[in-house]
């Protein structure tokens, strides 16, 4: 078995525990030692949650092209630049990682209206581990035990940390020499544009570095449907999103055990 496999599948076990544990630690360090307050969400009865007829519009129809669009390696990351993922959609996103004869699978349910994501975590077994619902202020999360809701202060952390979903976003990061092939293509009848890059370095936030990395993006959508991340000819990393839909989510996918609303989550 190849260390550095048995590394990238002992880091994707325990991320998911691992970013919990740093925003802890963060709001720890960052209040000068004491212990953070826990802030339970206040009784929001009366006040109206966002309307996802008012939030700012994307993603959808982003790209209106017809026919195959030429894409080469020197312009596709302004083609990139172009999208937007839509204001509200769900997906189903699942990470694989590859080690030996054996495999571990990681999957996320995410659902994003507007600023607001939440995000589900699934064990192996179907069984949702922890779910976490993440605003620009305040992040709150829970497991299936009673009175286990809490919250902590978002900071600087990401959405797409907390789902450890790569995302189209990476490939702009990527310097040129990097990327050495780019393609139009069609998947399931959608417009999508392939990204194949050499990504060196160690472990990187937001996906795997140090690999053959391929990108398949969803241009209509703006939304990263699948990945793969090899090294010496052999798969270590897949991701994919195996189910989406946009358009179909309400403030009330957002509400908290205790019956708060989306608005709660920026009290206090």
């Known amino acids: 078995m190849n260390r550095k496999q048995t590394n990238l599948l002992a880091t994707g076990a325990a991320i998911g525990t691992a970013i919990l544990l740093l925003l802890i630690f963060a709001v720890f360090i960052n209040s000068g030692g004491q212990p953070p307050d826990i802030i339970l969400p206040p009784d929001m009865s009366g006040q109206d949650a966002p309307s996802v007829d008012n939030l700012p519009q994307g993603g959808?129809?982003?790209?209106?092209?017809?026919g195959a669009l030429e894409i080469?390696?020197?312009?596709?990351?302004?083609?990139?630049?172009?999208?937007?993922?839509?204001?509200?959609?769900?997906a189903v996103c699942s990470l694989t990682y590859f080690v030996g004869d054996g495999q571990y699978v990681k999957t996320r349910r995410v659902t994003v209206l507007g600023v607001y994501q939440k995000t589900e975590h699934i064990d192996a077994d179907g069984s949702l581990s922890m779910t976490e619902v993440m605003g620009p202020e305040t992040t709150f999360f829970w497991d299936d035990t009673p009175d286990s809701l809490k919250s902590l202060p978002t900071g600087g952390f990401l959405p797409d940390a907390s789902s450890l979903t790569p995302t189209y976003e990476d490939i702009l990061s990527l310097d040129a020499p990097d990327i050495t092939d780019a393609e139009y293509r069609t998947e399931n009848g959608r417009p999508c544009v392939r990204i194949q890059a050499v990504t060196p370095g160690e472990l990187g936030e937001g996906g795997v570095t140090g690999y053959d990395t391929e990108y398949i993006v969803d241009m209509q959508y703006g939304?990263?449907?699948?990945?793969?991340?090899?090294?010496?000819?052999?798969?270590?990393?897949?991701?994919?999103?195996t189910e989406s839909e946009t358009g179909t989510v309400s403030p009330g996918d957002f509400v908290l055990p205790d019956g708060s609303g989306l608005t709660a989550m920026e009290a206090g």
């Open 72 to 90: 080469t390696r020197e312009n596709v990351k302004d083609i990139v630049a172009d999208l937007a993922r839509p204001a509200a959609y769900k």
């Open 223 to 241: 939304l990263l449907i699948r990945a793969t991340f090899s090294q010496s000819g052999n798969t270590v990393m897949s991701f994919e999103m």
């Open 60 to 66: 959808e129809g982003t790209w209106h092209g017809t």
